[in-house]
């Protein structure tokens, strides 16, 4: 169940001690602290082999192979339909394969975890539109991302040791919004609560990052600041980015995976692929 954090944060004076307020933040991917054990011995974060996903017969995913490396950053691109979102959903466990192989680093089987144990094992998601707590302040909200207590006023209550509060200065300092640490999260402008949205996901150190088209609705100025976090996050975290903006795209990825009809049909640079045959037949429809 998703709800939106204004609706979880309104109803959590009536509702608390709720059990289940944990829960809709897990579902975004703000799960626990990253393991810190993963082994990623070959290099390789994400290992996807012959996944298929059917939806009553058809084959949203079909035999797909996709390799992300430890720090890559990597850009999916692919026409509507081609099963990018479905591609993410597999990964976070949200929708499960018919058949196929999904791990992260060398031993931990994506197929076989629940939504909030693959958020723990360190990976995080973004979905499309920004889910803050439009009633808390920006600090807080990257506040109550790094508490691993369920309750939002148990979590504001309890002092925050320095360490604390120097990853949470840190984290307002790559995200740019330090000068709006104790504005409400509600006065932001979109592109802020993307950055927000980050940072949240930041708190947790996740090792692989997900973002569904992260520049939709930005300014260009947000999108320049955009390409350049997620280049500057690129190394210490992998990165996996589903934009339509070929501009974004270009100014990001060294490598590039179209995704067309649930398959990969080409990988490489943005160059390589947009001179690939197949792949400007699928774009222009020839
Ligand atoms: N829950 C679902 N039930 C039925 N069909 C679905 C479902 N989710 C996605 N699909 C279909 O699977 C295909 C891939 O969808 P999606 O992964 O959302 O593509 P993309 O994100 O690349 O636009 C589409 O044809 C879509 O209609
Ligand atoms: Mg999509």
Redesign the pocket.
């Known amino acids: 169940m998703r709800v939106t954090a204004t609706a979880e944060f309104m109803l959590e004076p009536i509702l608390e001690p709720n059990k289940d307020q944990g829960t809709s933040r897990d579902a975004i991917g703000l799960g626990q602290a990253a393991g810190k054990g993963l082994n990623t011995r070959h290099g390789t974060i994400l290992t996807l082999e012959d996944i298929s996903?059917s939806?009553?017969g058809?084959k949203?995913?079909n035999d797909l192979n996709l390799y992300i490396g430890v720090g890559e950053l990597r850009c999916i691109i692919?026409?509507?339909?081609?099963?990018?979102?479905?591609?993410m959903?597999v990964i976070t466990g949200k929708?499960r394969p018919s058949h196929g192989k999904a791990w992260f680093g060398e031993t931990l089987d994506l197929t076989s975890l629940s939504e909030v144990q693959i958020a723990q094992a360190g990976i995080g998601r973004k979905f499309q539109k920004p889910t803050v707590f439009e009633a808390l302040s920006v600090f807080e909200n990257l506040e109550l991302a790094q508490k691993t207590d369920k309750s939002v006023w148990a979590s504001l209550r309890a002092r925050l040791s320095g360490e604390q509060r120097d990853r949470i200065d840190e984290v307002l300092d790559t995200i740019r919004l330090t000068a709006s640490a104790h504005r409400p999260a509600g006065l932001l402008s979109h592109g802020q609560k993307q950055f927000l949205e980050i940072g949240m996901l930041l708190m947790q150190d996740p090792q692989l990052l997900l973002l569904?088209e992260p520049v939709a609705g930005m300014t260009d100025a947000e999108t320049e600041f955009t390409a350049e976090l997620f280049k500057r996050l690129a190394g210490k975290h992998s990165l996996m980015v589903?934009e339509h903006d070929m501009g974004f795209v270009g100014s990001i990825a060294d490598h590039v995976t179209v995704?067309h009809q649930?398959s990969v049909l080409a990988e490489g640079s943005l160059a390589q692929v947009q001179e690939n045959e197949r792949v400007i037949e699928v774009y222009l429809g020839r």
């Open positions: 996903v939806f009553d058809f949203a995913l692919g026409p509507n339909g081609a099963g990018k979102t479905t591609l959903d929708t569904d589903v995704l649930g």
